[in-house]
């Protein structure tokens, strides 16, 4: 939905620790970039954007193996 204010309030409820970003890439292309523009145009600091874009998924697949 790429919408800062959803984000806002989920980051407000649970924590910028505990959010994920996902796109339903191959259902519902957009053109133009607009996923990766929504994480830039944040402004949520770039430790937070980091968490928000791959870190958070990066800590809660640490050690285990992907199949």
Known sequence: ???PAYLR???DS???DRILF???YLYQYRPGGD???FVEDLGLGT???AKFA???WERLTAGRLLA
């Open 1 to 3: 939905m790429f919408s």
């Open 9 to 11: 309030q989920a980051i």
């Open 14 to 16: 649970v924590g910028v």
């Open 22 to 24: 996902s796109t339903d």
């Open 35 to 37: 996923a990766r523009r």
């Open 47 to 49: 430790v937070d954007t």
């Open 54 to 56: 791959h870190a958070n």
